[in-house]
């Protein structure tokens, strides 16, 4: 059983449009986070959602949104895709709200917006 | 700036040979955490060392930390083809809230 699952795995588009992703874990963590891995595979936080309260907003456009209807999903929306949006979407969950805990990840979800 | 970044960004070995890799970071940190990535594959979380730790092991796995020097690293001992990936510090700082910030990783290639 994948214990993070995201869907898509691929996701083209074109600029302008308006797409989602959808994230569930079956891991009973409280903790789900979005992170944005770049061509140079450089990670980056964006969103941190703590039993669907969010917790950390970092500086991302607002252009996205995610949602959280319960603690096992947490989805992101993204409207008017940019070019610059292309990349590599990871969900992951954790057992708890500190970084003390190690994160799950999913198998990410690679945009790519023409 | 940037916490956790890993030194070299890329490590060419052969089989059975050893491979270290090094992550250095800025500021006050609670506890560091590796974790591997295989190609078009998510995250897997290695090993968890706290910052009242200087060593841990797992398997092949050997991980230092030195907090005077704000650097860890992560010696993999008699390298396999299967261990070729990418390799990410993450560091979760004293004042980092809840998130945990990556490195920019090393890519690790073992040849048979």
């Known amino acids: 059983d994948t214990a993070v699952s995201q869907t898509p795995k691929y996701l083209v588009t074109q600029m302008g449009n308006d797409k989602s992703i959808k994230c569930e874990q079956n891991?009973?963590?409280?903790?789900m986070y979005w992170y944005k891995q770049d061509s140079k595979k450089f990670l980056k936080i964006m969103f941190s959602y703590n039993n669907k309260e969010l917790i950390i907003n970092e500086t991302v456009p607002n252009r996205f949104s995610p949602k959280s209807p319960d603690k096992a999903h947490l989805n992101l929306h993204i409207n008017s895709l940019e070019l610059g949006d292309s990349a590599v979407y990871f969900c992951?969950?954790?057992?708890?709200?500190?970084?003390?805990?190690?994160?799950?990840f999913g198998n990410g979800t690679r945009l790519t917006v023409t | 700036s940037q916490q956790g970044e890993e030194d070299p960004q890329a490590l060419s070995i052969q089989e059975g040979e050893n491979a270290t890799m090094n992550c250095s970071y800025k500021t006050s940190i609670n506890n560091l955490q590796w974790y591997r990535q295989n190609s078009g594959r998510g995250l897997v979380h290695l090993i968890l060392i706290r910052s009242n730790e200087r060593e841990k092991h797992s398997g092949r796995l050997r991980v230092t930390l030195d907090t005077s020097k704000k650097s860890s690293s992560l010696l993999i001992t008699a390298s396999r083809a299967a261990d070729t990936a990418s390799y990410f510090c993450?560091?979760?700082?004293?004042?980092?809230?809840?998130?945990?910030?990556f490195g920019e990783g090393t890519q690790l290639t073992v040849n048979p």
């Open positions: 891991l009973g963590h409280d903790t």
């Open positions: 992951a969950s954790s057992g708890a709200a500190r970084g003390y805990s190690p994160l799950h």
């Open positions: 993450a560091t979760d700082g004293e004042t980092s809230g809840s998130r945990l910030t």
